[in-house]
């Protein structure tokens, strides 16, 4: 198991500092956020540390998506709410201020603060093509 001694998710994880589990799976658990976006916001945590969900093994990653359906119906179900985001935040830029991957899920609101959505950019002339280009030549590997 994979553990960073001055992770505070993963101090959460073993227990060492306390936290308001809602579930807890061999691979995964998910707390209550201390500080929601609204209230009902939990995260789901894998148990190994891995920075990013880029970082993430697929097999680990498809735990962690397979846990939420139900965890989105449970939170929505028991705050009452109107829908729900589900959200990775990964590097600091993005937002991310705890360095071990984490998935949102924040209930919402038709009249909750969050400020939503995010601005739009535009694609001009073969710009989003260019882009698809580059995206699929990443996946697909480095070129010999
Ligand atoms: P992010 O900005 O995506 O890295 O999200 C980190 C989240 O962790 C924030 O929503 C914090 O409120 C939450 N958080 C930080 N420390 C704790 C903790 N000890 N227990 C529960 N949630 C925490
Ligand atoms: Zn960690």
Known sequence: MSRDPHCIF?????????????????Q??????????VKGHILIIPR???SQVRDLPEELAAHLGSL???LTRAVVAAVGAEGSNLIINSGQ????????????IIPR???????WPWPH?????????????????????PAD
């Open 48 to 50: 190994d540390h891995h």
């Open 121 to 141: 950019e535009e694609y001009s002339g073969d710009e989003k093509a260019q882009m698809a280009f580059r995206i699929t030549r990443e996946l697909n590997g």
């Open 68 to 70: 939420v359906p139900r």
């Open 109 to 115: 609101f038709s009249d909750d603060p969050v400020d």
């Open 93 to 104: 830029v993005a937002g991310q201020t705890v360095d071990h991957c984490h998935w949102h």
């Open 28 to 37: 995964a658990i998910a707390i209550m956020d201390v500080n929601p976006v």
């Open 10 to 26: 993963c101090k959460i994880v073993h227990g060492d500092i306390p936290s308001v589990s809602v579930l807890e799976t061999d």
